[in-house]
């Protein structure tokens, strides 16, 4: 049975265990034991799939861009990258997922590495915020990652080429960061990530915005 044979089956089991109330680690493995799944297809039903109740519990907290205009914006800055910079390269591990946000499926986050696409990359976040005027953007990277410090200097360079309020940091936690910053300002968060998200009010899909732009 090959990908597109087997992945169609695979992801209508999970969905369907995941609709009854199994935990996922769980039912992932099972389901990717049954079709025999290799690492990258497990990613890629792990990003995608999710129970109905899930899905449309985070579809609800997505905003349009157009509503961080007057806004503070934080930006989980790997995985937004690391998403758009896909889309750059002609977005081949890119997935639409069950609950509204495009995430990549390469799982390369703790080997990220700056390279040629990433100022790019960057550059695209940036101008696609200033479009809609937030009042102040806020990268936050992880500091145990390689190289967090060199990009967190990169993106402060090309919000102030750009003429954007803003700033980027290192953080040893980001996620939990994110929550903290969302609670105590109301702000916008930019992610893709499930645990982020289920913790937040508001989310805006940055990937997902460039990719209709580009397409």
Known sequence: MDFEEKIPEAVHDLRYLLDRGYRKKGALKFVSDRYLLNIHERNYLARKVFSREVSLLRRKKIIEISRVKDETVFVDGYNVLITVESICTGYPSLVSCDDGFLRDVNAVFGKYRIND?????????????????????????????????ELSKLTRNILKANNVSGDAVTSKNVDSELVTLSEDTGGIVATSDSAVIDKIQRVVDIPCEILRKVR
Request: charged share 15%; glycine share 4%; hydrophobic share 35%.
């Open 117 to 149: 696409t990433t100022k790019t990359a960057l550059t695209q976040i940036i101008l696609l915020l200033k479009c809609y005027k937030p009042y102040f953007v806020k990268f936050l990277y992880d500091s145990p990652v390689s190289q967090s410090g």
